[in-house]
């Protein structure tokens, strides 16, 4: 998280949409950029889950 705020805010917003492995970017981008987040699977993995997953 220290290397993330040493980032230069981007003037244009950009959703960030990602599973748990970008959590942390997820809190940053939210909180202390206040960009939208959505926690959730992306719909290109949609067909490579096995059925264990779903």
Known sequence: MHLL???KRQAR???VIGY???TALHL???HVWNWPT???IE???NGDIGAGWN
């Open 38 to 40: 959505l926690h959730g």
């Open 43 to 45: 719909l290109c993995a």
């Open 20 to 22: 748990s492995d970008v």
């Open 13 to 15: 917003v950009k959703p």
């Open 5 to 7: 705020s040493k980032l």
């Open 28 to 30: 940053f981008f939210n």
